[in-house]
């Protein structure tokens, strides 16, 4: 099955400076990879997510990209603020069985 | 719409315990999957389902049932508990948006076994 490679991690920025958190991924048949953010005590939500057939998205401060070649994929979020605090989960699907694979999440603190 | 609700918030159960997890959605979301979530290990699928009367392991298994007798429900049995299963566990529901499957997560159960 699919294996989804995120280091476990904490990412400390200064507020407003940029943050990027990078994934792996190892089935080459995988099509769908969202990215879910978890604040404390909270449950995922997705921010983002980005198809096979495309190489970036971008929505308001936070951006994926996929390198299909490489097999690797990256959330960036530009001018950080206090509430991008949170565990940021990347995940990867094949699409046509509903299963996602998740990395192990990082940690991203902004200070203020 | 509520979502996906998930019934009991918190839970405290003794070794050999059991107890069922309830998870339902107002979506009308074909597919169904419960996760359940650790320290330094993300998320790691248990089971999952892709319809009424439909189910299928997933990544951890062992130690868990479920069953799903209408697309709205999709309850999780702990037959017999083992405080390994001490977790937080979530439901999520999905459906196909041009072939992929946007999942949508309820609010957790966090599970105490002792």
């Known amino acids: 099955g699919e294996n989804v490679e995120q280091h476990p991690s904490t990412l400390s920025v200064q507020e407003g400076d940029s943050a990027v958190i990078k994934c792996t991924y190892s089935d080459s048949a995988s099509n769908y990879f969202p990215w879910y953010k978890q604040e404390l005590g909270k449950r995922p939500q997705l921010i983002i997510d980005i198809r096979s057939n495309v190489g970036e998205k971008k929505d308001q401060r936070i951006a994926v990209t996929l390198n299909k070649t490489a097999k690797h994929f990256s959330l960036h979020i530009t001018e950080t603020q206090p509430e991008d605090s949170a565990v940021y989960f990347c995940?990867?699907?094949?699409?046509?069985?509903?299963?996602?694979?998740f990395g192990k999440g990082n940690q991203v603190v902004v200070i203020p | 719409n509520a979502g996906v609700t998930q019934t009991p918030k918190f839970q405290v159960l003794k070794t050999g315990q059991s107890m069922t997890l309830q998870c339902a959605q107002d979506?009308?979301?074909?597919?169904m999957s419960w996760y359940r979530q650790d320290p330094g290990m993300g998320l790691r699928l248990i089971h999952y389902s892709v319809g009424a009367g439909i189910t299928d392991q997933g990544e951890v298994p062992n130690g868990y049932n479920v069953s799903r007798s209408t697309t709205e429900d999709f309850p999780l049995r702990l037959l017999s508990a083992a405080p390994s299963q001490t977790s937080v566990y979530f439901c999520?529901?999905?459906?196909?948006?041009?072939?992929?499957?946007?999942?949508?997560f309820g609010p957790g159960t966090r599970l105490t076994v002792t």
């Open positions: 995940a990867a699907s094949t699409g046509g069985n509903n299963r996602l694979a």
């Open positions: 999520a529901s999905s459906y196909s948006n041009k072939g992929v499957y946007e999942q949508y």
């Open positions: 979506m009308n979301h074909e597919y």
